[in-house]
């Protein structure tokens, strides 16, 4: 039973690292992707994101892919906010997006 759980473990894991540097690639290549192309590349990621993942290989992970590391931040912002961001870019964040509210509300 142990085996089992950890060639799951292990494909989650290589699942998760595939689609993270696949986003990273995409958001770094600065070629057009076409919507339907990067949405589902990120639903798929988001998926795997979901996942039971065990803490260190996650930390590991979003370390090292800051586009899947922003993906997660966006899926988990109610609990934890921008937490992985650091701390002058998530003000820059929060500003921004103060800004963007303002000016809708005036609108």
């Known amino acids: ?8 473990i292990q494909t989650r894991l290589e699942t998760l ?8 690639r ?8 076409g919507a339907e192309q990067y949405r589902s590349v990120v639903l ?3 998926e795997a994101l979901a996942q039971d993942i065990p803490a260190p290989a996650l930390d590991a992970i979003l370390a090292a892919h800051p586009a899947a590391s922003e993906v997660y931040e966006n ?4 609990r934890s906010g ?3 961001s650091s ?3 998530s003000i820059a964040t929060e500003m921004l997006a103060g800004q963007v509210l303002a000016r809708a509300k005036v609108a």
């Open 44 to 46: 798929r990621l988001s």
């Open 82 to 84: 921008l937490s992985r």
């Open 17 to 24: 690292i595939a689609l993270a540097r696949l986003l990273d």
């Open 87 to 89: 701390l002058e870019r």
């Open 26 to 33: 995409i958001e770094a290549s600065g070629k057009a992707v």
């Open 75 to 78: 899926l988990n912002y109610e």
């Open 1 to 8: 039973m142990a085996a089992s759980n950890t060639s799951t």
